[in-house]
């Protein structure tokens, strides 16, 4: 069967990014038909996709949209602006797809943005990229220019009576931000911290204003969900979830990369594809999405990589990023590398969340160095139970999806660090210096 | 119409808007909610989660602090979720906490002890390393603030106060996660505020102590009586903490009308002055030309005497007596001796108006509304005179005015022997008075509110209440 | 010292596109950067006053995030990622190769400032691990001879004297 590839169709021809290529093929055709068929129109055809957020949590889409409130008015009874906001602060790790589609693809995202800025209203437009994405900033800044010059941005778009102007903003280094406050408060000029919720962003977004917040890649696919109808979209998936998805692969497997594929797909035709586990050995585990989602085992990967099959085995799609472990590879270390990784990003502000991610991240160093106990596995359970579901946003339930599973499903490994007092598969020469988490890493 | 929900299965009404835990606080159920970052007078973070309870219908624990209570909400405050999460954040907040209670100012009025007595772990399992903010162990953050960032739960309650409330930004929260800090923001200017502390009344923990008080005095010593501030037009309401007489420190008693939670740093070391160790609290008639202490008899003789034999008596009474001190004076003045007296007011302030935009007033007396509500007219000038005998009635807080052409002053009230020293020879009785920590009365405020106050210590010296002193005049 | 006209009228561009004057901090704060190399306490002063703000609603947004330089660094900033993706296709061994070709450990700059070396966490190019970043550019699918030599070739620029070394799309006119 021949995948249908609605994002990476051209991406290996030269100059795919450039706003010419885009137009020779069928670019910004969608957006004169969401001009004819107006806001409710558009908003219904992409319930009818079964477009699920593909940021990680994989909400409908369509919903979204219709949250946002129609004539918001300030309390003096002015009308308020609304914003659209991209998450485009792509950071989990094994999570590397919305890069791609900035750089390739870049203009495929802006009319994705102004079609859903004509579905809910919006004037203003920011993609808030992360900072270490310079070369793609730039891009996605000549292609905002490029069709601002076309009309296809700016005042009165295409002779719609629609305004809308779309700005770059780059993050400066903070995982955190990839959460939609924590991204609005980063938008603001503050810290990046998850504001309370209640307000949601559709009620108090960006500088206080109703905002939509959609990833990258879900913008990206609306022109196709407009040009082809809803209803051929939501046929490429699976009953709940509709569409392709760009699913990442990373870690050990002979073609590590990203790869358009129909949510029907399986974890285990993934690796597949991506040729399998490198070298020839065994599979010993995968992160499925993005590095929050609790491992999987090797018996495990006979799931479609959609939002509820995932969910029913006890992990998520998250951000479509499969991270693949062979059997060379210390479960210990591994999990104890990524908790490194969220003792680093975590804000600070929730109690659970500062202490709790400092305290696995340590115990874990101790583990691996071979001075755990018997009694750390019992601590780690009741650290992440007192951690999970605790705090203002999803960041302490990231941190213990991969311990927690971790621990389940490689239990032996655990005991095996505690009994040998050592790590007893070693691929790596050095270990993780708990010297480093304690200097926090902070950057010079 | 009426709002209910309903905590731990009793109804309890609130206010549109009210969190569920603003509406525990009106019931008279704030004790079933523990909070680290919640303060009533500041913004609401809802980041230490510790006052998680469970909702009914709702999945996730909420926290009180933040959730808006609803018609029909059913709260469950001692549910075994809710100990639960209570016991974790108590024990990853100890993870980092040092044990050095029996040397915190805060211990005894802690609440991270309270709360990990009632709800915390009875022992730690953390194996690691504690987080030691060396350069933050000790830190004089200012002459009147120490800061020892070991003790920090990071509630951010501090740093909400300068930034939301007193609006002076200067202090902040630097890096992130476990390695957030609370710092100055601005190392050469140190803490700017004249508030600082309600820094350490804030702190849930021993981080931010108040110089004036630390290492002084162990709290559980102390008795907490309210009363009512001297230091300005104001008239904050303050709790006076005192062991036998002794006062160790005010401390802000929250007036919605008044002072909300906070209280300057003036007026909260203003006990210094009537703990002034040169304060007269003996009686002290002239002799021989110096003063020399004397009996309240002998004192009242000298007084009659002199009243007596003048013809013309000038009364001025500061504006920091009380509405019935003024009043009694006014009666019972020429009752006894008829009608010689000419009474004034003296503030000694000029005219009074808001310092800052919270509640520093420029009159540095408690009842300058009271004199002109006890018909007090205020003296012309700063000058007394033109008199036989001129009587100065303060307490401690009015300005002292001079005299002129006047050779016999009788003093009355809260005086420094430096005060007396300002008339040189012409001072013929000293009779001491109360303080307002030790005494009962009224003052009306800079708002026109007016504040009963009952005595908060006991007076250490001779001193009386205005009644008495005068009841030794003619017997 | 103040901002540099450059950054005045690059914030002043930028200025219409937010409704805050706050929203310019983390724009300024990049521009700063990218003209001295290091967010100093001196630029974060002059960011506030620019900006109308306190000093501390910039200095809390400088040590939040990690990518601004609180200390000055080398000509040329290494940065190798040591998450999952890398760490799974040996960055570690990359990072143990550059500490001794460079004789500093990560976190540290060569004592003659043109080298600094760090480690961070996920850079979001983990399909192509390791990933070393050169200043701005990111250097994918790494191993030790393709290290050895990218770092001569970084060696042979600065001996030339090159100044945008791995900042060669940078262009002043446009933002970012």
């Known amino acids: ?444 | 119409m009426c709002n209910n929900i309903k905590i731990d299965g009793e109804a309890v009404e609130f206010v549109q808007g009210d969190t569920i835990l603003q509406a525990a606080e009106r019931a008279g159920k704030g004790h079933l909610i523990p909070r680290y970052c919640y303060h009533p007078g500041l913004p609401i973070a809802g980041t230490c989660r510790m006052c998680t309870v469970e909702v009914e219908k709702m999945p996730k624990l909420m926290t009180a602090c933040s959730t808006i209570a609803t018609d029909g909400m059913v709260v469950n405050t001692k549910s075994e979720r809710v100990l639960k999460s209570r016991a974790g954040v108590m024990e990853f907040l100890l993870t980092n906490h040092p044990l050095d209670c029996p040397v915190c100012d805060k211990a005894g009025e802690c609440e991270l002890q309270d709360n990990n007595y009632r709800y915390g772990p009875v022992t730690s399992s953390f194996l690691e390393e504690k987080r030691v903010y060396s350069k933050a162990a000790t830190k004089k953050l200012s002459p009147n603030i120490t800061l020892n960032m070991n003790r920090c739960v990071h509630c951010e309650r501090c740093v909400r106060f300068t930034e939301e409330v007193v609006k002076s930004c200067d202090l902040m929260m630097i890096n992130r996660g476990w390695h957030k800090e609370l710092t100055l923001s601005d190392e050469k200017l140190g803490l700017t505020s004249n508030y600082q502390g309600c820094l350490s009344d804030i702190c849930p923990v021993g981080a931010h102590t108040f110089n004036d008080f630390r290492f002084k005095k162990r709290s559980w010593f102390l008795e907490q009586y309210p009363s009512v501030c001297d230091r300005c037009s104001k008239g904050c309401n303050i709790s006076v903490h005192s062991e036998n007489g002794v006062v160790y420190r005010f401390k802000p008693h929250y007036n919605e009308k008044v002072n909300g939670h906070w209280i300057c740093d003036e007026g909260r070391l203003s006990y210094h002055q009537v703990m002034d160790a040169t304060r007269i609290v003996k009686p002290l008639l002239a002799h021989e030309g110096s003063l020399k202490s004397t009996s309240w008899e002998l004192a009242g003789a000298a007084v009659n005497y002199l009243i007596t034999s003048a013809s013309k008596v000038k009364v001025v009474i500061g504006t920091d007596a009380t509405n019935e001190e003024m009043k009694y004076i006014q009666a019972s003045l020429p009752d006894k001796f008829g009608k010689k007296f000419e009474f004034s007011s003296y503030c000694g302030y000029g005219e009074d108006k808001k310092l800052d935009h919270m509640l520093m007033m420029k009159d540095k007396t408690p009842n300058s509304n009271g004199a002109s509500a006890c018909k007090l007219n205020h003296l012309d000038g700063d000058l007394v005179g033109d008199c036989d005998v001129a009587i100065l009635i303060r307490y401690g807080r009015s300005g002292v005015p001079q005299v002129k052409n006047c050779k016999k002053i009788i003093i009355i009230g809260v005086w420094t022997q430096k005060e007396i020293g300002s008339f040189g020879t012409n001072v013929e009785v000293v009779l001491p008075g109360l303080a307002t920590t030790e005494k009962s009365g009224t003052y009306i405020n800079c708002d026109g509110v007016s504040q009963n106050f009952s005595p908060a210590i006991a007076h250490l010296g001779e001193g009386l209440a205005v009644n008495s002193i005068i009841s030794f005049f003619k017997k | 010292m103040a901002l540099s006209k450059h950054i005045k009228d690059k914030l002043d561009k930028l200025r219409p596109n937010f409704p805050t004057l706050q929203a310019l901090v983390i724009p300024a704060l990049h521009e700063v950067q990218h003209e001295t190399g290091m967010v100093s306490e001196d630029s974060m002063r002059d960011i506030a006053e620019f900006l109308n703000l306190p000093f501390m609603k910039v200095r809390e947004v400088v040590t939040f995030y990690t990518m601004f330089n609180k200390k000055p660094v080398g000509k040329v900033h290494y940065q190798l990622c040591g998450n999952i993706g890398c760490w799974l296709n040996g960055s570690d061994k990359l990072m143990d190769h550059m500490e001794k070709r460079l004789k500093i450990k990560h976190g540290q700059t060569t004592p003659d400032g043109k080298y600094t070396l760090s480690k961070v966490e996920c850079l979001g190019a983990c399909g192509s691990g390791p990933v070393l970043q050169v200043n701005e550019d990111y250097n994918e699918n790494l191993d030790v001879e393709k290290l050895d030599q990218l770092m001569d070739d970084v060696f042979k620029k600065i001996d030339a004297g090159e100044n945008n070394i791995g900042r060669e799309t940078y262009n002043p006119e446009v933002w970012p």
């Open chain 1, 1 to 444: 069967m021949m995948e249908e590839k609605i994002l990476t169709k051209h991406i290996n021809t030269l100059n795919c990014h450039t706003l010419d290529f885009y137009l020779a093929n069928g670019g910004y055709n969608s957006l004169k038909k969401a001009f004819e068929i107006g806001s409710d129109a558009i908003i219904e055809e992409v319930k009818k996709s079964n477009l699920r957020g593909r940021g990680g949590a994989g909400f409908p889409t369509g919903m979204k949209w219709s949250f946002m409130p129609k004539n918001p008015v300030d309390a003096k009874g002015n009308p308020k602006p609304k914003y659209l906001v991209c998450n485009a602060d792509e950071g989990e790790p094994g999570t590397f797809k919305d890069r791609l589609i900035m750089s390739k693809n870049p203009h495929s995202l802006i009319e994705g943005m102004v079609i859903a800025a004509k579905a809910v209203g919006a004037c203003r437009g920011y993609i808030y990229i992360r900072g270490e994405f310079f070369k793609e900033a730039r891009i996605l800044q000549s292609a905002i220019d490029d069709a601002r010059k076309k009309g296809f941005l700016g005042k009165d778009i295409l002779g719609s009576k629609m305004d809308f102007e779309l700005f770059v903003y780059r993050g400066a280094g903070a995982y955190i931000c990839g959460e939609e406050s924590a991204l609005l408060n980063s938008l603001e000029g503050k810290r990046g911290e998850p504001r309370l919720k209640p307000p949601f962003p559709a009620q108090v977004g960006a500088f206080g204003m109703p905002t939509c917040v959609n990833n990258v890649e879900t913008f990206a696919v609306v022109p196709y969900i407009l040009e082809h109808g809803g209803p051929k979209f939501a046929s490429l998936g699976t009953e709940k979830s509709g569409g392709t998805r760009l699913f990442c692969v990373s870690g050990q497997v002979e073609r590590p990369g990203i790869y358009e594929l129909s949510m029907r797909t399986t974890l285990r035709e993934l690796i597949d594809i991506a040729g399998g586990v490198r070298g020839g050995k065994k599979l010993k585990a995968v992160i499925p999405g993005g590095a929050s989602a609790p491992m999987l085992t090797a018996t495990e990967i006979d799931i479609p990589m959609c939002f509820d099959a995932m969910m029913k085995a006890g992990t998520m799609a998250g951000s479509g990023g499969a991270i693949v472990m062979s059997e060379d590879v210390c479960i210990v270390e591994a999990t104890s590398i990524l908790l490194r990784f969220y003792e680093h990003e975590s804000c600070g502000q929730c109690s659970q969340c500062r202490e709790g991610s400092h305290w696995l991240a340590r115990m874990f160093v101790r583990i691996e160095a071979g001075k755990g106990t018997h009694k750390d596995l019992e601590m780690i359970e009741r650290i992440c139970s007192n951690m999970a579901g605790q705090t203002i946003c999803a960041f302490a339930d990231a941190v213990t999806g991969p311990v927690l599973s971790a621990v389940r499903k490689f239990r032996s490994e655990f005991e095996d660090h505690v009994r040998q007092r050592r790590c007893p598969q070693k691929i790596a020469s050095r270990t993780i210096d708990a010297m480093e988490i304690d200097r926090g890493r902070a950057h010079v």
